[in-house]
């Protein structure tokens, strides 16, 4: 595979050009496949416990529209910016690769501000981990997204930094593409955030 | 190799083993000696499926002993086996007739299944409210207004609706020789009937993981004759209704007034004291102390004395006693009785 | 390709579809999935029997959406992918439908 | 591979530093084998105290405290610290030479999995120490299981388990992707070793089933430390999550360890027989039918928690299907053998007594599977005497069948054959002295998980009987350790000592670290059979003699399990300062590895050719 050219030029999807990418790639859409159940695991616990308040606040008197929208557009926009840094990465282009990315990441930060102060503001209204199971499964689903986010956001910038010194190779181009794919996994799981836990907790327990 | 001789003597060594273990199983205790209709289903089930699965066995095992006799390698054997691939109608009958014992077994299981889990209302059955408590039973009666424990009495002959949860953590509720258990689950009611067809006592167990001394909640099912078992209610009826009796003989009386001082805030006699610990108001005609001592007056003494040694873990304290309080304690509860 | 086949440069890429319109119609097509749930939900267009499986249905959508589109599940050399998620999907579908009909015995 | 690849010779490494920072697989291999051996023989030792404590009526060999945490103790270890490792110890050894690989997909990663395996095994067991070891069963129920109702063993329980599983995890995808990506020229799916085949499916189990239990422990963690209420009636939670979460992870992960041993079986059957695998293409559908159906029955452990008829049966009936696939196995190993010309080495002997022994515990199984009568058996010794007589009667046998007939091939030394009989035969006969008698009584009325029995219940003969069987698994087992000493000093092995069917076998024993000189070229099932039997001496390479590129030993992957060890206790003890750190040199090697490209190294031509391979 390696021709004299190898370090000159790149070849098309860098990414997959060397067996230890490849082996990368599929690798980590393995684990994408075994969080799967591990988020999958979080969202039926939370289903079984989400009207079990104890006393405590319900979802409806906690949730507020339109910062679950104003979220929900951040880490939606964040993941199409992040798409985006994969299109660069194929036209290898590494400027905008870190352009698309720094966007991302800091779409990611707004996100996760928001999420923290929707935390701090449902502490304040007595809606803790310890309040009730509902408090319990919520806070658990919901952070175990955020520390997803935040793991992302840190994982990026560490790539940007380090590709600044090694730019482009075959070695960098699956870890930028491993990143996003991570990125976008986290958003499809937002997805069903924001479905699942937000509107189905404004719907209230009447049904499903 | 003398290998398959020693396999063959070792296995007719198992069957005699299985002889003598068979034979030896506790009427009282045993799943094996059914005393009632639900226990009579489930044995039914375990025979057929034992059957089925002993012929299974025994193909496998002719197959096996054939193979190994037949196709050792001889000294002196030359060449190589034939490599075969596979057989397909070979493949499709072993795929094909497991697959029809197991319908075999699947109908009764399904039909058995969903008659177990018949409810029954009050009309038809005798209602129980059976909570359990590490490491001991409470057993209430809801509609006849009577509340136990330890010993679970029964009429024969009619079914038992219970309605079973826990106290603390998970129990399981199990009678051998009436049917299969059930967990207690705290924070939900699980329901289960039962039936009874012999008068006389059977033997209770908890049967999941629940503390240090759950090998010791036992409990016991005394089942009576109709006749006897309203007579038992109304005994207690009469008795639970009202305060204490005074106790008349000088020992007992004396015992009384400890008990009321020191107990009663845990364990209830007649209409009055607490639900820490078991209602002891038929104390004296129980079958066992804690549902594991023979019950003597010495085997209640010992238990006053160190209720930790007993059963450790267990949730009623050590009150250190001394000798002379235990004797009147025991003089006052070998009063407490219905009967 | 024959004579070009060390020349780099001249080589077409091996992803055809991979252009930006492409992403950014999943993008409009993923905010207007979103924004129907949240309509759903905000002004009760439809009976409130159906808003959940309606918008549930919204969800799966969209994370396919993204999955095929964005995630590039679409494209050969995905196979183990496709089995990966979905295998995961399946067997913690069996989870969720448990857990809503026999958790609360 | 790498564009970066220096060529610098091999680094330097000698003896524990070399262990400590092998990513070779084969070391890798003989790092889990000793680990898994040693918590084995902890695991054995448990239960020899569970089952002296059981040999009479009302005894106190160990309390009722200390026998719940023997209990918990020994199925905790033996499952998650003692076969599991044995297993990802053949796997190891075994995988990467049999689809003629030279390594694993993720060298590093598979370290790393070792490690976290031990320090997560290392962390549960220290709670011997620590103040009592966990005592709510390794089911580990709750309400039983929280603060209030059992000590901090639990704690132990739950940071020990979550870190080992995250090296099984990652292990399990390493495999995945190794057997998918590195592949020899010519290895199709369907020409791949059944025991490949088996640590495929197993790995994919893993990747599924390990983040449900993932989940289960992060709750308890947040009810036991946090104040988090999932599992509280009193505020709402629910028991019942625990036990489907527990379950739906449980239940997968014996046949998780199931089927590495049928892997195992079919190898050496096969060999031993001197004949190809009969029906191998239904015995991969089979292995994937089982490893399917595995994820659809999960419940059958929860039949009396109160369902209902409809979840019952269903479950129960899913349960039973899984008969239909493993019998095929039977029969096929069965077939196999006939028409053959069987020879018994130990191997083989510990792979013909798997046969029947199996198929009781399948049978029983079947019984259990059965809703209504499971209603009797639950939580009984019938219980305990159906999992034993799979996991030892099967799995142990598997694995010591596997040991003798892979050792030669890891370790370059035969292991003797008469201490293996022996062997061999003190442990069969007391594990069916030990085991069989309590199917009677589980059925007579003995619940499991007692510290006793009281006098007068006719369970008495059963208990003494099995109590006597354990000394015969002891010998047996003492023989085997004896017989890995004596073999130290044994006759070496040669490359292909049982006439193999598979690549592992046309490569020297042990193998050089880079396994093949030359990747070889697979022309059909059974590949070197068939080069043996076209009356060719070896494989045909599929590429030129060149330089072999390595990866760098490293040190990282025991410095981030370190971390976490820490982290674990840290957590336990709500000091965060001690968590901070654990956590900070664990992401810190992270960040060195993610920052840091290793260059590997290559071994070159001539150094290959040294060692005595024809070019
Ligand atoms: C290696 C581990 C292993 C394996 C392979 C199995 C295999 C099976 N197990 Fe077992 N099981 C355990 C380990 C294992 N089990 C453990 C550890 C527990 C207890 C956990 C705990 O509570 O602590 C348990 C508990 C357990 C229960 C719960 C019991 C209870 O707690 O009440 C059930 C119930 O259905 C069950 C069923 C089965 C079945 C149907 C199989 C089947 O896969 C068996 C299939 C095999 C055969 C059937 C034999 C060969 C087939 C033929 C020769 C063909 C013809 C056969 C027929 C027509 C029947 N098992
Ligand atoms: C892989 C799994 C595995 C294995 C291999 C075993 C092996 C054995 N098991 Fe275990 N067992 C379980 C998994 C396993 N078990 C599980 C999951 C449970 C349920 C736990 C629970 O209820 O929560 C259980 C429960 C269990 C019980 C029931 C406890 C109870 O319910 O009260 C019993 C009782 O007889 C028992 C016995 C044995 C015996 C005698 C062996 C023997 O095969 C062991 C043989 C090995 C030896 C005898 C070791 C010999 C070596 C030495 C003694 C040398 C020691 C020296 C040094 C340490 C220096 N086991
Ligand atoms: Cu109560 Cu065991
Ligand atoms: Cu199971």
């Not at chain 1, 701090?120 to 809606?127: K, L, R």
């Not at chain 2, 009666?141 to 009577?146: E, R």
């Amino acid at each position: 595979m390696a021709t004299h050219h190898a370090n000159a030029v790149l070849p098309d999807e860098p990414e997959k050009a060397t067996l230890e990418g490849k082996n990368k790639i599929l690798g980590f859409w393995l684990f994408l496949g075994g969080e799967t159940v591990l988020f999958g695991s979080l969202f039926a616990t939370f289903i079984a416990l989400r009207d079990q308040v104890n006393g405590g606040p319900t979802s409806q008197q906690l949730f507020d529209m339109p910062l679950v929208a104003a979220a929900t557009l951040i880490l939606l926009t964040s993941s199409m910016t992040s798409v985006m840094a994969t299109l660069a990465l194929h036209k290898k282009n590494l400027k905008m690769i870190q352009v698309w990315l720094t966007i991302t990441v800091l779409l990611g930060i707004g996100f996760l501000a928001l999420e923290i102060y929707e935390f701090v503001h449902y502490v304040h209204e007595g809606h803790k981990i310890s309040t009730s199971a509902f408090g319990s499964a919520f806070y658990t689903l919901v952070g175990f997204h955020g520390g997803h986010v935040a793991f992302g956001i840190l994982w990026i910038i560490l790539l940007q930094l380090s590709a600044v010194k090694k730019g482009l190779t075959v070695v960098t181009a699956p870890k930028f593409y491993l990143a996003s794919l991570y990125w976008h996994f986290i958003d499809v799981v937002w997805v069903f955030i924001f479905t699942v836990v937000y509107l189905m907790g404004m719907i209230g327990g009447k049904v499903g | 190799m003398k290998g398959w001789q020693q396999f063959w003597r070792q296995l007719s060594l198992f069957g005699l083993l299985a002889l003598v273990l068979t034979g030896c199983g506790k009427d009282e205790l045993s799943a094996l000696k059914p005393s009632g209709p639900v226990a009579a289903m489930q044995y039914d089930l375990m025979k057929l499926s034992s059957a089925i699965m002993i012929g299974v066995f025994i193909v496998v095992m002719l197959i096996f002993t054939y193979v190994l006799i037949r196709y050792r390698k001889r000294p002196g054997q030359q060449g190589i086996p034939k490599q075969v691939e596979g057989n397909h109608a070979l493949e499709i009958l072993w795929t094909v007739i497991p697959f029809l014992l197991l319908i075999v077994m699947a109908v009764p299981t399904v039909t058995t299944g969903f008659a177990l889990h018949e409810e029954y209302p009050k009309e038809e059955a005798l209602q129980v409210k059976v909570t359990a408590h590490q490491f001991w039973w409470e057993f209430e009666y809801p509609d006849l207004g009577v509340a136990t424990a330890q010993d679970l009495v029964l009429p024969v002959g009619k079914k038992v609706q219970f309605h079973l949860t826990s106290a603390d953590v998970m129990h399981a509720f199990w009678i051998p020789a009436l049917g299969g258990k059930i967990d207690t689950n705290p924070g939900q009611e699980n329901k289960m009937w039962l039936q009874a067809d012999k008068t006389g006592i059977f033997y209770g167990k908890c049967a999941e993981l629940c503390g240090a001394s759950h090998a010791l909640m036992d409990f016991k099912v005394e089942v009576m004759d109709q006749a006897a078992f309203d007579k038992w209610i109304d005994g207690m009826k009469g008795v639970q209704s009202k305060d204490p009796a005074v106790a008349t003989s000088p020992g007992a009386a004396q015992g009384q007034e400890i008990f009321n001082k020191s107990c009663l805030g845990c364990h209830a006699v007649a209409g009055k004291g607490g639900k820490l610990g078991p209602n002891l108001t038929n104390f004296a005609d129980r079958e066992r102390v804690a549902g594991i001592l023979e019950h003597t007056p010495e085997n209640v003494a010992k238990w006053l004395k160190d209720p930790q040694k007993e059963k450790t873990g267990n949730n009623m304290p050590n009150l250190n006693l001394d000798d002379a309080q235990v004797k009147a304690l025991v003089e006052y509860m070998s009063t407490l009785s219905v009967k | 390709m024959g004579a070009h086949a060390h020349n780099e440069e001249v080589r077409k890429p091996k992803v055809k579809h991979d252009s930006p319109k492409r992403h950014v119609v999943a993008f409009i097509g993923s905010l207007v999935l979103t924004a129907l749930a949240f309509i759903a939900v905000a002004y009760e267009v439809i009976p409130a029997g159906f808003t959940v499986p309606f918008i549930v249905i919204l969800a799966f959508v969209q994370a396919f959406f993204q999955l095929f589109v964005w995630m590039h599940m679409d494209q050969k050399g995905h196979e183990y992918a496709r089995i990966s998620i979905f295998a995961g999907l399946f067997f913690i579908l069996a989870a969720i439908i448990v857990f809503i009909f026999w958790v609360w015995v | 591979m790498s564009a970066h690849a220096s060529h610098a010779p091999a680094p330097k490494r000698s003896g524990l530093w070399d262990w400590l920072t092998t990513v070779d697989h084969k070391k890798i291999a003989i790092l889990y084998l000793i680990a898994g051996g040693i918590f084995f023989l902890a695991g054995g030792f448990e239960a020899l105290l569970i089952r002296l404590q059981l040999m009479y009526p009302e005894s106190q060999v160990v309390g009722a405290g200390l026998f719940n945490e023997l209990i918990t103790m020994h199925g905790t270890t033996m499952i998650f610290l003692a076969v599991m490792p044995v297993i990802f110890a053949l796997m190891n050894a075994v995988v990467p030479l049999q689809i003629g690989a030279r390594d694993v997909a993720f060298p590093f990663v598979n370290a790393l999995g070792f490690w976290l395996f031990f320090f997560g095994g290392l962390l549960l067991n220290t709670s011997w120490f620590l103040g009592g070891a966990p005592d709510a069963g390794w089911t580990s129920y709750t309400t039983l299981a929280l603060n209030q109702y059992s000590g901090r063993g639990v704690d132990f329980y739950v940071l020990g388990l979550q870190i080992a599983g995250l090296g099984t995890l990652i292990g399990g995808i390493n495999f995945l992707v190794t057997i998918i990506n590195m592949r020899a020229p010519g290895m199709t799916f369907m020409r791949m070793p059944m025991f490949t085949w088996a640590s495929f499916v197993t790995s994919g189990l893993i990747l599924f089933a390990f983040p449900a239990i993932t989940v289960g422990l992060v709750l308890l963690m947040f009810d036991r430390l946090f104040g988090g209420n999932f599992f509280n009636p009193d505020a709402g939670g629910n028991v019942i999550i625990w036990e489907h979460l527990f379950w739906i992870f449980g239940h997968p992960e014996v046949y998780i360890l199931i089927l590495p041993a049928f892997g195992i079986i079919s190898e050496v059957v096969s060999t031993f027989s001197k004949k190809r695998l009969f029906g191998y293409s239904s015995m991969v559908f089979a292995t994937a039918l089982i490893g399917f159906l595995g994820f659809m029955v999960w419940a059958h452990h929860m039949f009396t928690t109160g369902l209902g008829a409809i979840a019952n049966t269903l479950f129960g009936l899913a349960t039973m299907l899984i008969a239909v696939p493993t019998g095929i196995k039977i029969f096929n190993w069965l077939l196999t053998m006939w028409g053959g010309q069987i020879t018994f080495p130990t191997a083989n002997l510990w792979a013909v007594g798997f046969i029947p022994t199996f198929t009781i515990g399948g049978m029983t199984g079947v019984m259990l599977a059965v809703p209504p009568a499971d209603y009797q058996y639950h939580d009984s010794y019938f219980v305990v005497a159906h999992f034993h007589y799979v996991i030892v009667g099967g799995l142990v046998s598997g694995l010591f069948a596997g040991l003798y007939y892979w050792w030669p091939k890891m370790f370059g030394k035969m292991l003797n054959e008469k201490l293996g009989k022996w062997n061999f035969w003190t442990f069969f006969i007391g594990f069916h002295l030990t085991f069989f008698p309590q199917h009677f009584l589980g059925l007579m009325g003995m619940p499991r998980r007692v510290y006793t029995f009281l006098k007068g219940q006719d369970l008495d003969v059963g208990n003494f009987i099995s109590t006597i069987g354990v000394f015969g698994m002891t010998i047996g087992t003492i023989l085997f350790l004896v017989n890995v000493v004596v073999s130290a000093k044994g006759k070496r092995a040669v490359a292909d000592p049982w006439d193999g069917r598979t690549l592992e076998w046309t490569i020297p024993s042990p193998p050089p670290e880079y396994n093949f000189a030359q990747t070889p070229l697979v022309r059909g099932l059974d590949a070197f059979w068939i080069e043996k039997m076209a009356g060719n001496k070896g494989m045909t390479p599929a590429e030129p003699l060149g330089d072999i590129h390595m990866p760098s030993p490293s040190f990282l992957p025991f410095l981030m399990s370190v971390g976490l060890f820490i982290a674990g206790y840290g957590f336990m003890y709500h000091n965060y300062v001690v968590v901070v750190i654990g956590l900070l040199v664990t992401f810190g090697c992270m960040f060195a590895r993610s920052v840091k490209d290793d260059p590997g190294y290559h071994i070159h031509e001539d150094e290959i050719e040294e060692k005595g391979v024809k070019a």
